[in-house]
Each structure stands twice: as structure tokens, then as C-alpha cells.
């Protein structure tokens, strides 16, 4: 049996956009290197083209309702070195260079720094930075 021949459409790369038409979209950053998952945040149409046209990774702020450039206040950016979609085009995973080390505006390496484990709550993930001298906030 002879396989179907591909048309542009079907080629990888010829379509890679997540569907955002049911709105935001989750993006988990993990780091490219060691595998380790630094956050979750949310993307819009607007954030993935940024993200695109930067190289650095953009989300949309949902609890401040604005484009958020990550890193673009503590100079803790993301370096994107490779971006996945998954099977229905609604999930982004953001393959990322975490510069400066924290991922996290409590100032930790990840923002899955809270672990059950052996019966225990614990902390897993250092502290990089101080937020209230990167923020001025507690």
C-alpha cells in the first residue's frame, strides 16, 4: 500500500500555532537542560507572537490582566530554546534557559517548591533572590 503523499498542510512546522480559541492556554516552562519543571502561567495570542518574536518568554498576567515579559522586572528572564504544543494544539511547554536561576517571584529556582513527601510537608527548591529587595514588596 502506498502512503498518502503530504501536502504542505500535513508537513511538520507548516502549522504550528497553539488554538486559542477557547482563550488562554496553560504554558508549563521546564528547563531545557535538566528537565525540571519551573512554572505554570497562562498564554494568549499575544504573549506566544511576543514570545516568538523575542526569543524570551511572554505570558498573559491573569491576576494583573496584562502582557507580563518574565524576567523583565527581576532580570530573571527565560531564554526559549524550544517550544511544544501538545495534541490538540492547547497546552504550550516552553523548553526555557532560566537566567539568573529563579523562575519563581518568591524568589526560588522553581514555583513547585512545596513537597509531600515521606508524610511531610518540605520545602525542595533554593532561594535564588530576596523578592521584597527585587519587588519592594513582602
Known amino acids: 500500500m502506498k502512503a498518502p503523499e503530504q501536502t504542505p498542510a500535513a508537513l511538520p512546522g507548516a502549522d504550528f500555532a497553539p488554538d486559542f480559541s477557547k482563550g488562554l492556554l496553560p504554558a508549563i516552562a521546564q528547563d531545557h ?16 507572537r511576543k514570545t516568538l518574536e523575542t526569543g524570551e518568554a511572554h ?15 527581576s532580570g530573571h528572564v527565560q ?20 537566567v539568573g536561576g529563579a523562575a519563581c517571584h518568591t524568589g526560588r529556582r522553581t514555583c513547585f517548591y512545596r513537597e509531600w513527601k515521606d508524610g511531610a510537608a518540605n520545602l525542595c527548591a533554593p532561594m535564588v533572590f530576596d523578592p521584597e529587595k527585587v519587588y519592594g514588596v513582602k
Do not use: F, I
Open 33 to 48: 537542560a535538566t528537565g525540571e519543571v519551573l512554572m505554570l502561567a497562562y498564554m494568549n495570542e499575544e504573549a506566544w
Open 59 to 73: 505570558y498573559w498576567s491573569r491576576s494583573r490582566k496584562e502582557l507580563w515579559h518574565k524576567g523583565g522586572t
Open 79 to 98: 531564554k526559549v530554546c524550544a517550544l511544544r504544543l501538545d495534541c490538540d494544539n492547547d497546552t504550550v511547554l516552553l523548553l526555557v534557559e532560566q
